[in-house]
């Protein structure tokens, strides 16, 4: 697998470092796209000591930022022949964080990181995942989203950019949900658009894994507490990291296209009802998803903002 080049976002640290691993070990090229370049050195010497594999390289790039993606994704395609593998594991979530905060377009930071920046990733590496025999999209998704198997729980499309800024508290854990509803909802238009050209794009519904001490250290106090007691059950990233391999490697889903796939490798189906001992089942199991993310009003709404956004219409 020394040629296959696999691209992963946020790679180190969490489930994304343990992917890099998983990969590098395997023989794949493994490009690390981080944004904090003085820890992914050291992270990077880690992987390749640890797998035995030096043809794992880095590159600077900051998911929120367009200018940075832009600038990231010329310098990839200038270095490489063609990308087989591309994860969108980067995330932004800061537990606690009450100030809105805005990506350098003054973009939501949860939705720039999250939503908006994987979209334009795909937009710019799309042709060069073309030059590829099989090649796959991995969106990491979380099971936040079964918040909206609630039937009031909505994208508010209206507050992305600061609108309501000093009018109403923000709440950094709704927008992480919202966010990564938006990104499944962009996988399925995403993969629908691809599809004539090959490429495979899916989810993964992450569940609780063990925390890294970096996403720790930047909780307030109350969520530092509840991360630590969670992580002595959580299980380790390096088993949703043998997921990211499997899905983007297999045969199983060489075909497989506008899925998500749950952490037991299950392909899951929007919930048939949302009512009464249904919709108890939809919250406790991992079978099914909020039909939310199938409205194609919703979905065109999330799409043409990404649009409009990033102007690549």
């Not at 930022?65 to 832009?70: E, G, H, Q, T, Y």
């Amino acid at each position: 697998m020394e040629n296959k080049i696999v691209l992963i976002t946020g790679a180190n640290s969490g489930i994304g470092k343990a992917a890099a691993l998983k990969f590098a070990t395997e023989g794949y090229r493994v490009v690390m796209a981080c944004r904090n370049m003085v820890i992914s050195n050291a992270v990077r010497q880690e992987i390749i000591e640890a797998s035995k594999n030096v043809q794992v390289d880095l590159m600077e790039l900051d998911v929120s930022s367009f200018d940075s993606i832009r600038a990231f994704c010329s310098a990839f395609k200038a270095q490489y022949p063609r990308l087989d593998i591309l994860i969108h594991n980067a995330a932004y979530l800061n537990h606690g964080e009450k100030a809105f905060k805005l990506s350098p377009e003054n973009i939501e930071l949860s939705f720039a990181t999250n939503t908006f920046g994987p979209f334009l990733m795909t937009q710019l590496l799309a042709d060069h995942l073309e030059k590829s025999q099989d090649p796959r999209i991995l969106n990491a998704c979380t099971t936040n989203i079964k918040h909206f198997f609630d039937p009031k729980r909505k994208i508010d499309f209206d507050n992305l950019q600061g609108e309501l800024l000093g009018k109403q508290l923000n709440n950094a854990y709704t927008m992480y949900g919202d966010s990564k509803m938006a990104l499944l909802m962009l996988t399925f238009k995403m993969a629908e658009t691809l599809k004539p050209h090959g490429i495979k794009v899916n989810a993964l519904q992450i569940n609780r894994v063990k925390l890294s001490k970096e996403t720790i250290r930047k909780m307030n106090s109350f969520w530092k507490v509840l991360a630590w007691t969670q992580n002595l059950t959580n299980p380790l990233p390096s088993g949703m990291a043998d997921n990211y391999f499997h899905i983007c490697t297999s045969d199983e889903y060489k075909n497989v296209t506008g899925q998500l796939i749950n952490h037991k490798r299950q392909i899951i189906q929007p919930s048939t009802s949302e009512q009464g001992f249904s919709q108890v089942k939809n919250i406790f199991g991992s079978g099914s998803y909020p039909n939310y993310a199938t409205d194609p009003i919703n979905v065109k709404k999330i799409w043409d903002l990404c649009i409009s956004l990033t102007k690549t219409g």
